[in-house]
């Protein structure tokens, strides 16, 4: 399985970007995919996971905010991200889930190689 994500930029507060996400050996429709999200010094955290049943949960730091889709065609998992603020500032990392605890970054066992947000003041 390979996930390689692009998309991050610099982006003035308020401002909004896409993530992508394009997986391989592995299809978007099955099992669960999520991302996650790293600041310098600090635990990988949760930003939103989706399981094959359709059903997407996301980290209270950026409900309303971003939404997460999916694209079968081109095995393409995306993050909308809209409103963007300063604390949203991280390395954003997309990742495949293997067991466990769905929202704990150990649970995940393929990941991206992250691309960077920077969203200015």
């Known amino acids: 399985v390979q996930l390689q994500a692009s998309g991050g930029g610099l982006v003035q507060a308020g401002g909004s970007l896409r993530l992508s996400c394009a997986v391989s050996?592995?299809?978007?429709?099955?099992?669960?995919l999520g991302w996650f999200r790293q600041v310098p010094g600090k635990e990988r955290e949760f930003v939103t996971f989706?399981?094959?049943?359709?059903?997407?949960y996301y980290a209270d730091s950026v409900k309303g905010r971003f939404t997460l889709s999916k694209d079968k065609a081109k095995n393409t998992m995306y993050l909308q991200m809209n409103s963007l603020k300063p604390e949203d500032t991280a390395v954003y990392y997309c990742a495949s889930y293997a067991r466990g605890v769905y929202y704990l970054s150990g649970s995940y066992d393929y990941w991206g190689q992250g691309t960077l947000v920077t969203v200015s003041s």
């Open positions: 050996g592995r299809t978007v429709s099955s099992g669960v």
């Open positions: 989706t399981r094959s049943d359709g059903n997407t």
